[in-house]
């Protein structure tokens, strides 16, 4: 089989094939805990193996970190943004070789790995906007000779969980803007991509060295869910930022308020898009395409329920099925594929298993899925996107399942339509498409979606990282990335000073002596 480049893009992210799993920086530890090997979904090789995290290696970390942030948060923010700065530097020189570790590791195609990496990058640029306005508020006192403002000191020790399908994205998005803040990050990556944390961890130590950056402030621990039980039970941790599934979240949350520490929670979708009588069909269908076989249906936003007006149901039916028949299902490192593996072979039973209720619960295939095999598909963990008519009723329906299966659910009147979409635990990602300037009103207003993110005529596949990302309901209420989700990383503080000759009580208190 082509190479397609990873042995030099291995090569040049330092990843080899026993790799360490526990860091505060240029320092690697050595470890008892057990080895994770990493196999590819795209060919089934083993492409490398990291040693998880100890007990002990786990408290040296903590630790490390708490020691490192009594100096990282005296640094200036400007000049934390400047180290932030020419991490994105180092990223963008990377690019391609980060872009296609992400590609193989992981099996979304080698487009969006890019595009995942240029997230990165973008959240480098907006971290370092963001250290020159880390702005508080100057409020007028009710007392003469008094002055009031607020102002967010660093936080501490931000422990971030992030998960498979985006497994350098999601940690960037926290990490740049914590550190930033003054944080100092311990980041627990998906056991199912390793290799992806170990390669950016090498990248970002580099910067690190060459600015003096404290040793600890970036730090690795890799494992499984008991590493993360560790890092959500620490009273050390004040914030644990968390993506991932909603049972994940759950168990996360409760952990974390029981002993009163902060978590940020973006988990599960189950995203729509209603697709209008005067939708312009020609971007709906791309949209709602890319939005439910992109990373083979396995992003958080992942297009899963098309909520369509009767008018047009039978033509966006035609031309679903004509746009599915010419996807190419295939390596996601060789650019003529439109969609790539499963991330394993237990995503795949997860997909079979779907496939069997929506049958069993009456639903209707538009176009059958089924797992596929022979050459190419060795690794097992290549199937089709498959399509389904069903009621928004069916349990399989209003659960999420991370994999490319599309719901059709006809509608008649827009509010039955917004009905539909809301009828979900879950409240991530949702779109409308119209050219009906009233029906955008509507969707987007107080009785429209009830999402974190709601697009008008573009799907709800993909974010920009401007804009605060997460959403409602199950889905956790957490927002991280862009707007002014830093606070969430800081600690806040309201200021009052006297400077007066006298101490007049507030509300008018009377209290003499």
Known sequence: MKDFGIKEALQSLNVKKSNGGTSTGKKWMKSSGVAINSYSPVDGKLIGTVQSTDERSFAKVVEQAEKAFAEWRLVPAPKRGEVVRQIGEALRAKKEHLGKL?????GKSYQEGLGEVQEMIDICDFA?????????????????LHRMYEQYHPLGLVGIISAFNFPVAVWSWNSMIAWVCGDVCIWKPSEKTPLCSIACQNIVAEVFEKNNVPEGVSCIVNGDYRIGQQLCASENIPLISATGSVRMGKAVGQTVSARLGRALL?????NAIIITEN?????SIIGAVFGAVGTAGQRCTTTRRLIIHEKVYEEVIGRLKKAYGQLRIGNPLDQHNHVGPLIDTLAVKTYKSALSKIKSEGGTFVVHG???TGKGYESGCYVKPAIAEVSNRFEIVQAETFAPILYLIKYKTLDEAIA????????????IMTTRLQDMEKFLSHAGSDCGIANVNIGTSGAEIGG???GEKETGGGRESGSDSWKVYMRRQTNTINFGDSLPLAQGIKFDL
């Open 102 to 106: 992400v590609s193989y590791e992981m």
């Open 128 to 144: 370092v906007g963001l250290s020159r306005q880390l702005n508080g508020l100057t409020m007028h006192s009710e007392r003469p």
């Open 266 to 270: 973006e988990l599960g979708g189950n």
């Open 279 to 283: 939708a312009n069909l020609d971007m």
């Open 370 to 372: 089924g797992v596929l």
């Open 420 to 431: 539909l979409q809301n009828g979900v635990k879950q409240g991530l990602s949702s779109a």
């Open 468 to 470: 605060a990302f997460g």
